[in-house]
């Protein structure tokens, strides 16, 4: 019996051992197999824009890099291709390439070090396989980017302005057939409502007008008006001593050499431009739009902020207490009907301002604050639909046009960052707000894609400080030089 029971105790440890290594060898091979970087998903785009950005220092936007390291590269491939001056735009097809392949680069990038281990022959073949790869999820994407732009439900968390849109907005060179259905489905939504009673009996310019002939209509129209008090029904409630003595207008008797106008837009994070902006003369910032913590990418000063009616009546905003708002020249506007009835608009305004304006003028009486009137916000929508091809949104124009304007009759020369995007273009609303929408660049409520066009073509800038900024320069009212009976049709 013992040598029976040795025999079997020998074919035990053998058959352990045997386990044993068979596992072993299971273990591995799918060890190795899992070490093989699966090729993403067709959504693994999207779902990479929906993480919220990151205030503060370690901030991230959508469509940004997330490793430091790595940004310095890829920002001097695109920029070096705009460094050919004027006619750069040629170029923009070898942009293309930056914005179709900033994940293979980076993807790239990681693997290098393993690829510089292997032979000739393996590096060979490794950047062969990447190479099919690439090709593969560039597909994907190319795919993917069809599917959201025809699609109704697309909800503006990827970069929904495509490339090509972007670079015909850059020439001033786009209609709204070429927006996304949902944002043509909105802009028919407000043509169709016409909440504020537009009835436009103008008509369109017969011929596209050069640049001059836009400055000089602007100059001759856009003449900066606030509520003063005296007309009704703020004259009857005694508001005149309310309102500002000095017209703004009047209210820097010296003006202003080189002014800035910092949009609030998503595109302004990494820009570093801060220390530019603060260089100049007068710097106009909109709503809430913060400093703090943002000083590298949108400066420090602040000599003026135009604010819409919803900061002074949401709470969130704390408009009594925040010290955005202090020690600042402040301009408000509030949308009115299209005829400007001023008895209708202050019983019945979009969001009644006219308390909190009322509570902030007896605690602050040498505060310069104003309130634009609908004349003035009026007279801007009509020049801009006097030159666009399309009827645009019934709607008063952005904050951001008005702050254009204002700007140009206070200031020689008045440098716009970001209203018109750079190739930093993002859907990422404001800089400060997590929020995305590709309808906060094109414009729903707002006639915004007919606005820009027309800052597109009264740009004195360069191509290079377009693109590279997102900057646009244009000449002040008090420089220009216009003939005095024009007469343009």
Not at 229 to 247: Q, R, T, V
Request: aromatic fraction near 12%; include cysteine.
């Amino acid at each position: 019996m013992k040598p029976n029971l040795k025999q079997w105790k020998q074919l035990m440890l053998f058959g352990i051992c045997a386990w044993g290594l068979l596992f072993l060898v299971i273990f591995i091979y799918f060890a190795d197999n899992n070490s093989v970087e699966p090729v993403p998903s067709a959504f693994s785009y999207i779902e990479d824009k929906k993480l919220p950005p990151i205030q503060g220092k370690q901030r991230v936007i959508m469509g940004a890099l997330q490793d430091p390291s790595l940004s310095y590269a890829i920002d001097e491939g695109i920029l070096n291709s705009f460094k050919s001056g004027p006619g750069s735009l040629k170029t923009i097809a070898d942009v293309e390439n930056y914005f179709e392949s900033e994940d293979e680069f980076i993807m790239s990038k990681k693997k290098k070090a393993t690829v510089y281990r292997d032979s000739n022959q393996s590096a060979r073949y490794r950047q062969s396989s990447h190479s099919r790869q690439r090709k593969t999820r560039r597909n994907v994407r190319r795919a993917k980017q069809q599917m959201l732009e025809e699609s109704d439900e697309w909800n503006g968390f990827s970069s929904t302005m495509s490339k090509s849109f972007l670079q015909k907005l850059w020439k001033g060179n786009v209609s709204s057939k070429m927006l996304t259905p949902r944002l043509q489905k909105a802009r028919r939504e407000y043509l169709r409502a016409n909440k504020l009673g537009v009835s436009f009996s103008g008509k369109q310019n017969s011929r596209k007008l050069s640049a001059q002939e836009l400055l000089c209509i602007l100059k001759k129209r856009a003449h900066v008006r606030t509520l003063d008090g005296k007309e009704a029904p703020f004259s009857n409630l005694g508001w005149e001593k309310y309102f500002p003595h000095i017209p703004l207008n009047k209210l820097y008797p010296q003006g202003f050499s080189t002014c800035a106008v910092v949009s609030s837009a998503g595109a302004i994070l990494n820009s570093s431009l801060g220390a530019e902006i603060d260089s100049h003369d007068a710097v106009l910032r909109f709503n809430s739009a913060p400093t703090h913590n943002y000083e590298k990418d949108v400066g420090n000063k602040t000599t003026m902020r135009i604010i819409n009616s919803q900061i002074l009546t949401n709470p969130s905003h704390h408009f009594s207490d925040s010290s955005l708002y202090k020690d600042v020249t402040l301009v408000a506007w509030d949308p009115s009907p299209y005829y400007a009835d001023l008895h209708m608009w202050y019983h019945k305004p979009d969001y009644n301002f006219f308390p909190p304006y009322e509570h902030h003028r007896k605690k602050n009486p040498n505060q310069p604050f104003y309130i634009l009137h609908p004349k003035f916000t009026w007279e801007l929508w009509k020049i801009i639909q006097e030159n666009s091809n399309e009827k645009i949104q019934p709607n008063p124009p952005s904050s951001g046009f008005i702050g254009i304007l204002i700007m140009m009759s206070l200031c020689e020369k008045v440098h716009v960052y970001e209203y018109i995007p750079s190739y930093r273009q993002t859907d990422l609303c404001h800089y400060h707000e997590q929020y995305y929408d590709a309808a906060c660049t094109l414009g729903a409520y707002h006639p915004l894609l007919y606005e820009k066009m027309l800052i597109q073509r009264i740009n004195q800038g360069t191509e290079d400080n377009l693109l590279r900024k997102g900057k646009v320069t244009l000449p002040g009212f008090s420089t220009l030089h216009c003939p005095i009976n024009d007469h343009i049709t």
